[in-house]
């Protein structure tokens, strides 16, 4: 995520956009550490729902958790990750539950252009996304998307949007695996944004959704270079 | 979870509906072991994104994370954890995305019953459900309406349901911290199954939902006995 972060008020969690003095170079320095951590977490994450060893040896491996756990806690943010930027107009949401590289609840998602205009993930999602055997969770599918229409809506970041409606159509179950996800607008009605998107198997689409994102009201001058969806 | 796993073909997934043979009070003592692993793994998941101690230390503990993940891996189920059943009837989906309680993604979602009829539930989300700065990530509202309007649906394990349209109506961003959920059945025609649900803080609704379940036609006798919704 990047652009510039909004000064205007009226922003619920607004105080939550911190000014961070870091130079983005540096940042950069400290996120591919920090992802390695939550690369390492989300594969425990899998081991934790898998794994059949042991009862006792569970709980060792539970006590080694708790052990790192509080070595990390040694110094932490008070509260959430929020979105941090600097005066190099660079902002970063490492928390953030869809996106957030830092953020092992994450898969994360990496959004890339699509052909045609919007935009298109690809990511396989494993055991800690299921829902019914061997299917992708239907939620998760709604989480995905409202984070990738969300992302559409903002039309690269330069304008904030927030979600207004979001609805789906569960046309087939999607499998645990390789899923595709592609949004794009359909249309815009003075500060609604209109986004049809659907995820599925590279092969078949499996969820429609469509959604109407809002542009606020104190966001809606032409000054632009604003970006808060997340 | 509890109820007895369906035997009708046609379930696409039906092949993870797991026949294992552990007897019901033996399951709950591995249950409460991987339950505790589970939430030292939420908590790591947490002082990952919170934490701010030196790069040094974080790549520390990462090779930290990376030996208790071997060590779990020694032995393993190949894929996904399903849905197992013993011949108590007796079922448990430890995976799930949102309820299943070795899953250190899910907050984990406790479903009680509703004055009035349905489901409620009351939680705390943390740092790893952000979306917006400080505020409940939309898709995640979304993630958990999905899972309690199935249950809901499912009228107590009664029935096998499976989504049809789900539509959100975002109406107040969703703070992080305590939030409450309560989801009933509107109607029913057929084989569908209309779900209302909201999504919000103690004192006020920031999300309207509404959902069409399906009851599919394999599992639309009345033999009853039957659950699927996850």
Redesign the interface.
């Known amino acids: 995520m990047s652009g510039q972060a909004p000064g205007a008020a009226g ?8 000014p961070d003095p870091t130079p983005t170079a540096e940042v950069h ?2 996120e591919a ?2 992802v ?3 690369e ?2 989300r ?3 899998d ?7 042991a ?1 006792t ?3 060792d ?2 006590r ?6 509080a ?7 008070p ?5 941090r930027y600097n005066d190099e107009f660079h902002a970063w949401n ?5 996106v ?1 590289r ?4 994450a898969p994360p998602l990496d959004l890339v252009p699509r052909d045609g205009g919007g935009l298109r993930a690809q990511l396989n999602l ?10 992708v ?4 599918t ?6 990738l229409m ?1 992302e559409v809506a903002s039309a690269g970041n330069t304008r904030v949007t ?9 046309e ?2 999607t ?2 695996g390789e899923v595709v996800l592609e949004g794009w607008i359909t249309g815009e009605e003075g500060r609604k944004v209109l986004v049809d998107a659907t995820i599925g198997t590279v092969d078949a689409v499996c969820v429609r959704a469509a959604g109407v994102f809002i542009v606020p009201s104190w966001a809606a001058s032409d000054d632009g270079g604003t970006s ?3």
Chains 1, 2 share one sequence.
């Open positions: 922003f619920v969690g607004m105080e939550m956009f911190r320095e400290h550490v920090r390695g951590l939550a390492a977490v594969d425990l994450v081991a934790t729902i898998r794994s059949t060893v009862d040896e569970i709980a491996v539970e080694g958790v708790r052990d790192l756990t070595r990390l806690r040694v110094q932490q943010t509260g959430p990750f929020g979105v490492w928390g953030n539950a869809v957030g830092a953020n092992a609840i494993g055991a800690a996304y299921e829902g019914p055997p061997g299917l969770h239907g939620g998760v709604m989480l995905l998307l409202d984070h969300g927030l979600t207004g409606t979001l609805s789906g159509r569960y087939a179950p499998p645990l808060a969806h997340a």
